[in-house]
């Protein structure tokens, strides 16, 4: 009786055996991040190309890792730690009052490298870095850690070749 209870169970553990490894070769192994793709016009799509075409292999030390789903306008370093999108709308912080007079603790103006930037602390202690008085808005997320310096000065080189100075669409991001 024993020998029949213990083919049993072996014959049972098996097949949850072979689904635990399907499963996990189906999951997302090559540790891509998925990003939403914006939906910019034609002119800001051709600025955002031309960024894609000049961004860093390395920023801040980390290797370009893409997301999902392809696309010229985001891209990846480090596994998903630094995310990069271009054509996003305004973010609603850009033009508050409150940010500009420095009385806003989750956002501040600033600028790296010849680059302005919003800077506005996300929940978990992330960061969302946003471009300002470029003809495109380019987003960058950063994953908590103790300093980002390093990702807004790798990255602004690329900016500054490929998204021009100037005023950006006015399509705002609604408000959270």
Request: charged share 25%; aromatic share 4%; hydrophobic share 40%.
């Amino acid at each position: 009786m024993n020998s029949f209870r213990h083919r049993h169970i072996s014959v049972i553990g098996l097949p949850a055996l072979v689904l635990l490894i399907t499963a996990a070769g189906c999951s997302s192994a090559d540790g891509n991040a998925s990003a939403a793709v914006p939906s910019p016009d034609a002119k800001t799509t051709k600025l955002c190309q031309s960024l894609d075409e000049v961004l860093p292999a390395k920023v801040d030390g980390e290797s370009r890792e893409d997301p999902s789903p392809a696309s010229a306008l985001t891209a990846g370093w480090g596994d998903s730690a630094i995310i990069l999108r271009c054509g996003v709308p305004r973010p609603p912080k850009m033009i508050d009052p409150k940010v500009a007079e420095g009385r806003d603790p989750d956002a501040v103006a600033g600028g790296v490298e010849g680059v302005r930037w919003l800077m506005e602390k996300q929940d978990g202690g992330g960061y969302r870095f946003t471009t300002a008085s470029r003809r495109a808005y380019v987003e960058v997320t950063v994953e908590k850690g103790p300093d980002n310096s390093g990702v807004l000065i790798d990255l602004a080189p690329a900016i500054k070749k490929a998204i021009p100075e100037g005023i950006a669409n006015l399509q705002v991001t609604p408000a959270t």
